[in-house]
């Protein structure tokens, strides 16, 4: 853990926050300076684990916390902000997944979200698709993952895929579903088509993992 020393410029959070934090940072196209940098995390371990930016040109992250005072934004008590993202409370277990999407500078919040259930949840994928939503994959242990839509399976067993697509303003869920077999099943990445489908990859333990198509 950098305790010092670490650039931060233009950032939301410029000092630490726990024993571990996420970070985000732009840095020119010459390589040169940092356009913006920061902290992000509270008093547990926070990590953030992938990136994209969005329509707006504005950094989104995904990963992990486990803390229960993790800031989520805009807050359910301010009348004068924006609706409350999707979901504003610790989900439990050891670990809930975030996604944090950021102004366009870096310098601060638009929206903070958990995603998570009673079990351990981690973000490991994200991207921001045609439309502006955002596809989400992480890995979970939760048999009670908020699902909506047209959803492909329920919880299988060992760690799951979640994937989820969310709103660009993260204040609802599109889509949401496990993806697996019984045994253990981990994304690491998640992008889509033109036209929005959404493709994942990972590795997986399990004998019966849904395959489709030729082969």
């Known amino acids: 853990r950098s305790t010092s020393g670490f650039p931060v410029n233009n950032g939301f959070q ?6 571990l934090d996420g970070f985000y940072t732009k840095i020119s196209s010459s390589g040169a300076s940092i356009l913006y940098s920061s902290y992000m995390g509270r008093s547990g371990d926070d990590s953030f684990t992938a990136i994209t930016v969005n329509s707006a040109g504005a950094p989104v ?13 805009p807050t359910r008590f301010n009348p004068f902000y924006p609706p409350p993202p999707f979901q504003t409370t610790f989900g439990g277990g050891r670990t809930d997944a975030v996604v944090v999407s950021f102004s366009p500078s870096g310098s601060s919040l638009f929206f903070s979200t958990y ?6 949840d981690e973000g490991v994928g994200i991207h921001s698709d045609p439309q502006g939503r955002l596809v989400v994959s992480i890995t979970s242990t939760s048999s009670d993952l908020r699902i909506e839509g047209g959803q492909i399976q329920n919880r299988l067993g060992g760690n799951d895929i979640g994937i989820f697509t969310i709103s660009e303003d993260g204040r609802s869920i599109i889509s949401s579903t496990y993806f697996g077999g019984s045994d253990d099943d981990d994304p690491v990445c ?22 489709r198509g030729a082969g």
């Open 190 to 211: 998640v992008t889509s088509d033109a036209g929005g489908t959404v493709i994942v990859g990972g590795s997986t333990k399990s004998m019966d993992f849904p395959l």
């Open 115 to 120: 995603i998570g259930g009673t079990g351990d």
């Open 61 to 73: 992250v995904t990963g992990y916390t486990t803390s229960s005072t993790w800031q989520t934004y």
């Open 14 to 19: 410029k000092t630490p926050g726990g024993s």
